[in-house]
């Protein structure tokens, strides 16, 4: 009997040169998250089409064959309670480079006024203006796991005075401190990097008590999730000029037009974006190689999130 995964690649053909071929497994395309490409009932191993709403998960009891749901995001707070002994797995290592990258990027570009210049091309406008980076300055990473070491090494060569690791879960080596210790953290940083997931402890851990520890000046970076931050808080700390950020998560998303925080001349932002570049696909495909591959043979999956093994 075959086992059917549903995997978003243009057809059988190429799923099977990518994943390769496996005993008893068949490959049937899905790329668009409203267009199933047969029964939900047949799928044994669901990849999510990438920043999706899981809507075909909503109703677990059309999936009756369901044994993984492999995401290809880092995050799944978007993924609802999924049946008992259905395992779901994240994309994990697959956006560590790419939001890494952003991470820095928008820091040195708010920093720096790049988002200034690039509106002055448009009149041709020659204006020059002091700003700050990376050197010299104090930068807090919370969240630790692998973006945000991917983070911390890319920093490493800008002359930081000081990188701070805060997750949820404390450690020794390095020291990683937790995340009750934020309100001392936050008062000696100067750039603050958010690369936390979305859970119940998250939502909203970024409040008005939370960033006015931050000094004035600082700036928040945000590439985790933007229900982290309150929305309105952090509204009024830029809006009164205290505090800048550079987001690539807002709350909500997508950010109405008419939002205030588009118009703040201290706040640069991407359209989540993260996880957009080339690095995407070599590392999409290596995952979902790898994972297919212990499914096929029963053998236990990587980045297993919530569930126990199939």
């Known amino acids: 009997m075959s086992r059917i995964a549903w995997v978003p690649y243009a057809d059988a053909d190429e799923a099977c040169s990518i994943l390769g071929e496996h005993e008893g497994v ?4 899905y790329t668009k998250v409203d267009e199933p490409p047969a029964d939900p009932a047949e799928v044994n191993f669901l990849v999510m089409p990438y920043m999706s709403s899981p809507s075909l998960l909503d109703d677990p009891s059309r999936l009756s064959g369901l044994e993984v749901v492999q995401m290809q995001s880092a995050g799944y707070d978007n993924v609802p309670e999924l049946p008992e002994g259905v395992l779901l797995c994240n994309g994990g290592g697959i956006h560590d480079s790419a939001t890494a990258e952003l991470a820095v990027a928008l820091t040195l570009a708010h920093a720096r006024h790049l988002d200034d210049f690039a509106r002055n091309m ?9 700003g700050t980076g990376l050197a010299y ?10 973006i945000g070491k991917a983070i911390e090494r890319r920093i490493e060569g800008f002359d930081a005075t000081s990188i701070t690791r805060v997750a949820r879960t404390p450690r020794t080596d390095p020291e990683v401190r937790p995340v009750s210790d934020l309100p001392q953290v936050l008062a000696e940083t100067d750039v603050c990097i958010i690369i936390l997931p979305l859970t119940d402890d998250t939502r909203g851990l970024f409040d008005a ?8 000046g600082a700036l928040l970076v945000n590439v985790g999730r933007g229900p982290i931050v309150d929305t309105e808080a952090l509204l009024a700390e830029v809006s009164s000029g205290r505090l800048h950020a550079a987001l690539d998560v807002t709350d909500p998303e997508p950010l109405p037009a008419d939002h205030g925080l588009w118009s703040q001349p201290n706040v640069l932002i991407s359209p989540h974006v993260g996880g957009y ?11 979902l190689r790898s994972q297919v591959e ?5 053998r236990p999956l990587d980045h297993v999130v919530r569930g126990g093994q199939p």
């Open 26 to 29: 068949t490959y049937r395309s």
């Open 294 to 298: 212990a499914w096929a043979q029963g």
């Open 137 to 146: 300055r104090r930068v807090t990473i919370v969240g630790y796991g692998k």
């Open 122 to 130: 448009t009149t041709g406008t020659w204006k020059g203006q002091w």
């Open 209 to 216: 008590q939370m960033l006015a520890h931050l000094p004035d």
């Open 277 to 287: 570049t080339n690095a995407f696909e070599p590392r999409r495909d290596a995952l």
